[in-house]
């Protein structure tokens, strides 16, 4: 055919297309290449080196040399290298042991981190989408980033539309939903423009790519959406809380406790050392920040087995606090397709006629639009049908109908009714717009005996029945709904669709409340916006701008929001959600920027990542709360110190044991080990419940023994190995609290550790710098237990008591009336 070589000069391209590119350089040479030859190799060379390509639309990840980097050269670790060349320096070896955890620490962090790297790379890859390019007359599957400007694109069904282009051959169906959120197939024909996150629903075409890279319509919508989005993560913003209290602390505490040992008490420079070092070392929460990235690492490695890939660390974490989960209908509830709920034959004919000439019809044409996929699907059990059309009539948006003639059977037509029967479809439009109502697309079947006259419907078509189709729902969408309303999470079902049609389909997906919704055209201000997301469950006609806004809304009434999402629509809406889900079949530019891509694209993926980050969060609290412990009570018995005239209790090599033994090896296996319990309270509130008694304890013991030592004539080495004995008990007490209901890794865990201490107590004693047991250390034990288990209990009494006072709405109340009566006074 002549169009081989058709050339469309600029003033010819789509106004919408035109417009769009008014941005690119005066001096740039189009080409136009013929649509069965493409461009040459050197025209595409020539346009990568002037940039005219996508660009990389990836997700990217650190390199290996950054997470070794960032793995070793943090505050605590220069800190804790500083405190082990000090040591050494001063004829102590031994006790720059600790290195040996910070060392640990980097290696496993940075092998953990880098391979998960890997994992996001890799499911990265997979996801990556892909263009068939014509190229010097040769098609060519390049990576969508390397298609050029003027590239000739073939597209067929299915085939998302990645560049904005013009149709120079053929003819397709182009769905725009992503774009509009309007599902209905537009026709495109040769000068037609294709928008990028579009997608092809039927036929085939080739198209010349207009523009590229952010010139594009989808990028410009995802322009809106490149601002960088705040770290969402409670855990993180705590521990960077406390993180900043102890480096802000560590330093002068340090600095005190070193002059008052060496200045005041007139100890040696290689004592005065070592018992700083060994305060500053208790006071350094060195794995608590990699348990975390560890813990993290760990579920984006899972969750990556089960097809999602986790591009924002910390997004798992956010997804199991989410209180309000907003919804897409398009391929989150519904699948994309259609399926045939029913058929109802009208007067005359029956249900057995209908489906044996819908047979007939799914097994001449060759259409491959949704609904006619539908009916292809419902038959698919159906035997062969034995009739042979002399004339078929494709379907075609414009004429809305499509048909065949089988001859001595007569002529069949399947279709919109007012297109296939026209003011004679007057008696069944009722019927019709009834289901309508319902949410389903009402097809109508009809005959007549004559044929087609040059692709025209024959006079004295005759209804025969009405074809029921709607959305096909996911199988696994009920279920997960069930799931999110048992887990008290207020669902919303967001849809550019018409909002009867959107609350039938959440209605049959099992949504509790889909009776309420509402038509998004009717809110027309920020306050409607704002009591909309209130009363209502399902939204209907919703443009991008405004999921936009109903995702501010929520949050800024204080909920924690998750938003799902497949389309260019979406992407506004999804980078503003505090954690935001993509599925791997939607649009580029709504995977990138979400925390998580379903890569399956199923919606049933969810529950796994919720559970996944309540396993993360709630061993978390439990691990953190025992590396706090230890922070709190060297901090506190460090400034203890500086105070009363005593020389300090422990050496860095004994601070190791006891953080190994009670600390660091349990916080490790605890965080990894599986936990589904809901969530409860704050963070940092939890672990404060958990590891201020356990804190105050161990200080309180100090005390205790510093008050004991004279009078039972105990030397500083006795005094050192009590100290060592009373917090390690004490850490032990802590141990079995967090470890509570105990099962088998637990029970194993807890009685190996101690038996292990025990041990090294016995055997190793001399390398700790511990003691023998002598009468009076034997005396003055049993009381400090006792004291320690009595005063702990104590204090776990006194903290629950106040965090769930200061928890409780009454008690702001009780403060402020207690301040009105002393102002009174």
């Known amino acids: 055919m002549d169009m081989k070589h058709v050339k469309t000069p600029p003033a010819q391209t789509p106004q919408s297309t035109k417009a769009a590119g008014d941005s690119l350089a005066a001096n740039i040479q189009r080409f136009y290449p013929d649509p069965s030859e493409g461009l040459t190799p050197r025209q595409v060379e020539q346009r990568v080196k002037q940039g005219l390509h996508n660009g990389d639309s990836g997700v990217h990840t650190k390199s290996e040399g950054q997470i070794i980097w960032e793995n070793v050269f943090t505050f605590f670790n220069l800190l804790n290298f500083a405190l082990a060349l000090a040591v ?53 599957t390049v990576k969508v980033e390397d298609v050029v400007l003027d590239d000739v694109l073939i597209f067929g069904a299915g085939n998302q539309i990645c560049a904005d282009a013009t149709v120079v051959d053929g003819e397709c169906e182009v769905n725009e939903s992503l774009l509009t959120g309007e599902s209905d197939p537009i026709v495109k024909q040769p000068g037609d423009p294709l928008l990028s996150g579009s997608f092809v629903v039927s036929g085939t075409c080739s198209a010349q790519v207009e523009h590229v890279g952010a010139e594009s319509y989808a990028n410009k919508i995802a322009g809106d959406a490149s601002y960088m989005k705040k ?17 802000f602390a560590i330093l002068p505490i340090g600095g005190l406790l070193f002059w008052k040992q060496y200045v005041v008490l007139g100890d040696t420079i290689q004592s005065s050392v070592v018992s700083t070092v060994a305060a500053m070392v208790g006071m350094i929460p060195e794995g608590l920040v990699l348990l975390i990235s560890l813990a993290f690492a760990v579920s984006v490695i899972k969750l990556s087995a089960r097809k999602t890939l986790v591009q924002d660390m910390y997004c798992v974490e956010t997804l199991a606090r989410v209180d309000t989960l907003c919804l897409d209908k398009t391929g989150t509830i519904t699948e994309g397709s259609m399926q045939v709920d029913e058929i109802v034959p009208l007067e005359g004919f029956t249900g057995d006629q209908m489906e044996e000439a819908l047979t007939a019809l799914v097994n001449t044409l060759t259409d491959s639009n949704p609904t006619f996929m539908a009916i292809k699907e419902w038959l698919a059990d159906s035997p062969p049908s034995s009739w042979r059309a002399a004339q078929t009539v494709p379907f075609s948006s414009a004429r809305k ?27 069944y439009k009722a019927r019709a717009e009834s289901h309508s109502k319902n949410g389903q697309r009402v097809l109508l079947l009809a005959r007549a005996d004559m044929s087609f006259d040059d692709k025209s419907l024959p006079k ?18 009920p279920r997960t709904l069930r799931f ?24 049959k997906a099992g949504l509790s409340n889909a009776n309420k919704y509402v038509d998004a055209t009717t809110l027309r201000t920020e306050e409607d916006i704002k009591r909309a997301v209130k009363e209502y469950a399902v939204f209907g006609r919703v443009t991008p701008q405004q999921k936009l806004a109903f995702v501010k809304a929520l949050k800024e009434d204080g909920h924690t929001v998750a938003m799902t999402g497949d389309g260019v629509n979406d992407v506004l809406a999804l980078k503003e959600a505090d954690c935001s889900i993509a599925m791997a079949s939607g649009s580029d530019a709504a995977r990138t920027v979400s925390n998580l891509v379903l890569l399956d694209s199923n919606f049933a993926s969810m529950p796994v990542v919720v559970q996944e980050g309540r396993r993360s969060i709630n061993n978390l609290q439990r691990s953190s709360s025992l590396f706090l412990v230890k922070t709190i009570f060297s901090a506190l018995i460090g400034v203890l110190f500086i105070f009363i005239n005593y020389s300090y209790p422990f050496q860095p090599i004994q601070q190791t044991l006891i953080s190994s033994l009670t600390i660091g090896v349990p916080s490790f296996i605890l965080a990894l080990e599986p936990n589904n319990d809901r969530l409860k309270g704050k963070f940092i509130n939890n672990v404060i419940r958990m590891c201020i008694p356990a804190a105050l304890t161990m200080t309180a013991n100090i005390v205790a023994l510093c008050a004991l030592a004279a009078p039972l004539g105990l030397t500083t080495e006795e005094t050192s190995t009590m100290a060592v004995i009373v917090t390690a008990m004490t850490g032990f007490i802590m141990l079995f609290k967090v470890s509570a209901p105990f099962n088998a890794l637990r029970g194993t865990l807890f009685f190996g550790l101690l038996t292990a201490f025990l041990l090294a107590y016995s055997f190793f004693g001399g390398l700790f710098e511990l ?31 106040v965090i769930a006072n200061s928890q409780s709405p009454v008690y702001p109340i009780k403060i402020r009336d207690r301040m009105k009566r002393r102002k009174g006074q």
């Open 88 to 140: 050494i320096l001063v004829g102590s070896p031994r006790n720059a042991l600790f290195m040996g955890v910070i060392l640990s620490n980097i290696v496993i962090g940075s092998f953990q981190g880098i391979r998960a790297k890997h994992t996001i790379d890799k499911l990265s890859l997979i996801s990556a989408p892909k263009a068939v390019a014509l190229r010097g007359g040769q098609r060519h």
């Open 460 to 477: 004295g078509m005759k209804a025969m029945g009405l074809v029921l189709i709607s959305d096909k729902i996911r199988k696994e969408a």
């Open 484 to 507: 999110f309303a048992d887990q008290g999470v207020d669902l919303k079902v967001i849809s550019g669709d018409n909002a009867v049609t959107v609350a039938n389909i959440a209605r």
């Open 401 to 427: 109908w499509s048909g065949a003639y089988f001859q001595g059977r007569g002529c069949y037509v399947m279709g919109a009714g007012e297109f296939v029967l026209g003011g004679a479809f007057g008696p």
């Open 231 to 247: 770290r969402n993560s409670e855990i993180m913003n705590s521990i960077d809380f406390i993180v900043k209290i102890i480096g």
């Open 771 to 801: 003691t023998a047991l002598s009468l009076p250390m034997l005396i003055a034990l049993m009381p400090l237990l006792i004291f320690a288990i009595v005063f702990m209990l104590a204090m776990l009494h006194l903290v629950d008591h």
